[in-house]
């Protein structure tokens, strides 16, 4: 295995040979360790230290601590002046002009001073000179990466609780954290949601209350129609009360939004649907032999299925087919008629409230432009989704999957 610290344990070797050697020998050691990068000199006084130098107490303590060879011997570190020649010419410019000595005493009297030359990180730590700098870069990039990533978490929070926000209306706050524009931000985006919150619910409670006067008012035109004669005209006037009590309910569905989230209780999906095809004999149920459980509003997804299967009856040709079952941690339910379908540029459009594919706005030929908005707005409400493809039938096929409450 290499030796993490090569120049102070090739110190001690050298020093372990001077020491056992008479002074021819020395002599032949001092000729072979000498070379470009090592200087080896004997020296009968100990190194002095000199206006300008300065004594390297680090360093001893290094070459002391990793070359255990060297016992309890005298170690003096300085940094002198150095020449320009042999290999001090290639060095890099700052050890062009300063050199290391360090000498280390003899048990036989004198001193070892040793000069290495050349690439002095490496030859004292076995490392390149941008060793260090390149640790120290990399040091400085996680450090970078971590303040990213700590300031990059209320943004995410801020997205998560901005999106639950748009879906349900109700505000989610969060604690301001991270840089001071980053606090601000935060702040701002909840002040936004908490007046958001007033405009809607402020919204809600006027329809509310247009939509419970509007009824009463219907059901005053109601009593005066039954004084109308002519049966025909009595006929009419009803469906157009009946009609305007059906606006007014979609309108009201639209504008209330996510407020169903605080009616939500654990329900059976496959009973709830076999209540609702129950009187109708024309429609295909296939349910699991097991409940499919989850949570939500039995009033939002009655309405939901509903709104839904009402729609494969009025524009299917023949029947319509309802098919429920679970896919893992989620319940998809599949309804399809084989009426005229929907066009692809168009199953975008059909969700937006009031929009109607039958542009004479005709209550005979189509609902309130409502019914697929309020469907869309129940199914968000609890966490799903719904798609409009083709049916195999050639008709519309309607998608929805909602997140299943069993394990």
Known sequence: M????????QMAA??????ASDAEQQKIILNAVNSDTLKVTLADK???????QRRLKGLEWLVGRYANALGSRELIATMVPSDTSGALADSPAGLVRQSVRIGVALRGGGYA???????INRRFFGVP????????????????????WREAQPLKELSRAVSRFSGDGNPILITPRGAPEL????????????????LLNGRTVLLGAVSHDLKTYITRLKLRVEMISDPDQQARAERDLDDMTVLIEDALAVARGGSERD????????????????????IELSTPNKPLVLTGSPVALRRLFTNLIDNALRYGAKAAKVTAEADGARVRVTIDDDGLGIPLAERTLVFEPFYRREPSRSRETGGTGLGLAIAKQIVELHGGSIVLDESPAIGLRVVV??????E
């Open 2 to 9: 290499p030796n993490p610290y090569p120049l102070p344990h």
């Open 183 to 198: 606090k601000r931000l935060i702040d701002k985006t909840n002040r936004m949601q908490e007046r958001i919150a007033v």
């Open 263 to 282: 009616r939500m209780s654990v329900i059976d999906l496959s009973e709830l649907l076999h209540a609702l095809c129950a009187d109708s004999p024309s």
């Open 46 to 52: 100990a190194p002095e230290v000199l206006p300008g």
């Open 14 to 19: 050298i020093v372990e040979l001077l020491e």
């Open 129 to 148: 000179p941008g060793y260090w700098l390149g640790f120290l870069g990399a040091l400085v990039g996680i450090a970078a990466l971590f303040a990213v």
């Open 401 to 406: 999957e909602l997140p299943s409450s069993v």
């Open 113 to 119: 001073l040793f000069e290495p030359r050349g690439e």
